[in-house]
């Protein structure tokens, strides 16, 4: 098991939801953030004086998928989160040690996702 | 009984004339004709300051309606398009309005005549008055076309249209409704439009129509499919305070109409609003509790507002048991309306229903509710459809929406045009997504919801080195987080 986690811009979160539930991922969490990178602040003017904002909003994704379908994860982020230009955001893979689905008490990759390769694997 | 809305004022500066004689002599005393003048006078200034108060309520519901990241914009707007629209209506809107002695626009009384000799003579006070009064109409006006055109339209539109608006669009409708001399007080005996439904609100409401067809909806309003996504606005609570000081600042919008104190009419009109105003909420309520199960805080501010609207022009001549059933209607139309054009057209407050809609709706509404004591009272037009009038006076009524419609609907249509062409009209996408707070004015409405605290100075700024403050880290004292 993996935990996918990127950080993208606001506007390439719903193309990429759409295409993983459609894909047979609906399980993710996100949480809205603000963080440096290459990307330069923004420097504005407040009542004549100067005020810069080094710290840009972004998505923050986190998404825990079964080893084999870590790529397809990956790949559907890195294909609508990109512009091309400097701001672009990140994606970390980490391993996970266990997923425990709290209804039921279950346990292990079938708790992860409802996409059929990861029910089947897990059988 | 004067005709015209400028005709009661012009007997209204008459009497002061007649007066200046009769205050040479004031150590005699007040006479009675003079505090009856003063009286008048004092009523719409009173009226004049609630129509102005009107402003705060546009940019309280705007504000509401918009998100979070455009809710500074709505204060700038507001301030800036009321000081070009006064110093406009100032030059020349007030001569082309109200000026008698052209068919199309005045030709006099720019500068109200005071500063120039281009009409010989200089405004009485109560000249001056009615001028403030009209200057809050045609400002209310202007902030109608707005709400239309909320988080996606650039500031320069705004100064442009503003000159465009109050100088030539607004006097047109104006002119030819209010003037005593203009082409809809010759349609039929005079179209009905006590305070302006039409003159005022689908004039606003036309502009903002021909404003969003040159602008688009804003990024994100419908989805993929076309179809129309919600973009709820940020604040429900300033949504309704807008809504209220609205419908307050009405009272002297309709009840300032009358000018005077005369019969105590004004009394009579103020309380036939309100009775529009809450049919307003009562016929939105049901409607949407219908279409959807829930009572939408949005539809209910929504229903006050068209329930206003329509009762607007009516509101001088309709007694009180239609005023209910006239806002009722007005209330259903708008929330007919929203739920129609939100299909096609992103109107983020619902103003082409809540003011074009209901304002069609309250124009028309003169000629089946007017009651045939009223009409004569006032002195324009006659009895409606349920009092024995037949269809004429709905005839009447119905050119006067053709017309402002379809005049305000071209020009305003070309100034736009013009404008996209030449400096543009909207904003680009970065800056929309960024918010026109943060774009155009340098800071958000609300920072800390955008800036994190760490960056924002005094709050978790970094501790000068050497200043001797000792870590909290370890200390006996807790700290506050």
């Given amino acids: 098991m993996k935990l996918v986690v990127a950080y993208i811009r606001h506007e390439a979160f719903e193309p990429i939801r759409l295409e993983l539930l459609e894909l047979g991922f609906p399980s993710l969490t996100i949480i809205e953030v603000k963080g440096s990178g290459r990307q330069k602040g923004i420097t504005e003017q407040y009542r004549g004086t100067s005020v810069t904002n080094y710290l840009r909003p972004k998505i923050k994704i986190e998404c825990v998928v079964s080893d084999h379908d870590t790529q397809t994860i990956v790949d559907t982020i890195l294909k609508h989160a990109r512009t091309g230009s400097i701001g672009d955001g990140k994606v970390f893979v980490l391993p996970v040690e266990q997923a425990y689905r709290i209804r039921t008490g279950e346990s292990g990759e079938e708790t992860l996702q409802i996409h059929p390769d990861a029910a089947a694997a897990a059988t | ?481």
Avoid at chain 2, 150 to 163: D, H, M, P, S, T
Avoid at chain 2, 368 to 386: E, H, I, N, P
Avoid at chain 2, 413 to 439: P, Q
């Fill in chain 2, 1 to 481: 009984m004067p005709k015209s809305r400028l005709g009661r004022a012009a007997a209204l500066g008459v009497l002061v004339t007649l007066l200046l004689p009769a205050t040479a002599l004031a150590q005699d005393g007040p006479t009675l004709v003079g505090v009856k003048d003063e009286l008048n006078t004092t009523w719409l200034m009173l009226a004049t300051c609630l129509v102005f108060f009107m402003q705060a309520g546009f940019a309280l519901l705007e504000i509401g309606m918009s998100r979070g990241k455009n809710a500074g914009m709505g204060i700038a707007k507001i301030l800036i398009n009321f000081s070009i629209g006064s110093l406009i209506w100032w030059a020349v809107g007030y001569g082309f309005a109200f000026d008698t002695a052209g068919e199309i626009l005045g030709t006099h009384g720019f500068f109200l005549g005071n500063t120039t000799e281009i009409n010989g003579e200089a405004a009485g006070a109560a000249g001056v008055g009615f001028w403030a009064f009209q200057l809050m109409f045609a400002t209310v006006s202007l902030a109608i076309v707005w709400g239309t055109t909320l988080e996606r339209i650039k500031f320069g539109a705004y100064l442009i249209f503003a000159v465009v608006f109050i100088g030539l669009i607004y006097p047109l409708v104006a002119h030819a409704a209010w003037s005593g001399v203009g082409i809809l007080s010759r349609v039929g005996s005079g179209v009905q439009d006590f305070a302006g439904s039409s003159v005022v609100h689908l004039t606003g409401a036309t502009a903002a129509f021909a404003a969003v067809l040159f602008l688009g909806p804003r990024k994100g309003k419908y989805g993929p499919d076309g179809k129309p996504r919600a973009i709820p606005g940020h604040s429900m609570p300033l949504l309704g305070l807008g809504v209220l000081i609205l419908w307050l600042g009405w009272f002297g919008f309709n009840g300032g109409s009358t000018f005077t104190t005369d019969s105590n009419k004004f009394a009579e009109v103020i309380a036939v609003t309100n009775m529009g105003a809450i049919g307003g909420v009562l016929g939105a309520t049901l409607l949407i509790w219908l279409v959807s199960r829930k009572l939408d805080v949005g539809m209910m501010g929504n229903g006050a507002i068209a329930g206003l609207v329509a009762i607007t022009a009516p509101s001088g001549y309709v007694e009180m048991w239609a005023a209910p059933i006239i806002g009722f209607v007005g209330g259903l139309i708008v929330v007919a309306g929203v739920l129609a054009i939100d299909k096609k057209i992103d109107d983020p407050v619902g103003a082409l229903s809540a003011h074009g809609l209901a304002g069609i709706w309250g124009t028309l509404a003169c000629g089946l509710f007017t009651s045939d004591r009223l009409a004569a009272d006032v002195g324009v037009g006659k009895a409606g459809l349920f009092y024995g009038g037949g269809l004429e006076q709905l005839g009447v009524q119905a050119v006067a929406v053709l017309v402002t419609f379809f005049g305000v609907f071209i020009l305003s249509a070309i100034t736009f045009g013009l404008i996209k062409a030449t400096i543009g009209l909207r904003v680009s996408e970065e800056e929309e997504d960024s918010g026109l707070d943060i774009a155009e004015h340098g800071m958000y409405g609300y920072p800390e919801q955008f800036i994190p605290a760490p960056e924002l100075i005094g709050v978790g700024s970094p501790r000068p080195l050497g200043s001797g403050a000792s870590s909290p880290i370890g200390s006996a004292s807790e700290v506050p987080a």
